[in-house]
């Protein structure tokens, strides 16, 4: 279970944690506001400079797909 805000296996919450390419510091920005506007993204935190990322998500209100559908649409690579 997360410390930060109690998501979890508990919560049926799913932890993706994968490093990305292509990241620039406005594209970072704008994956991160699309993510965070899904139904069901609870977190993200991206470092744009090392492709560091963390996503929180219900996976019964948000599909995967539809998270990698976001950074297909701003040409980063998510290497998951």
Avoid: W
């Avoid at 997360?2 to 919450?13: A, M, P, R």
């Amino acid at each position: 279970m997360c410390k930060e805000c109690g998501c979890g296996e508990s919560n049926k919450n799913t932890r993706l944690q994968f490093n990305a390419k292509g990241y620039t510091d406005q594209s970072a920005k704008v994956i991160e506001k699309s993510l965070l506007g899904l139904p069901g993204v609870l977190y993200v935190h991206i470092h744009a400079h090392d492709g560091e990322t963390t996503i929180d998500y219900d996976p019964t209100k948000t599909k995967l797909m539809e998270i990698l559908n976001v950074f297909d649409k701003n040409s980063v690579e998510a290497n998951l």
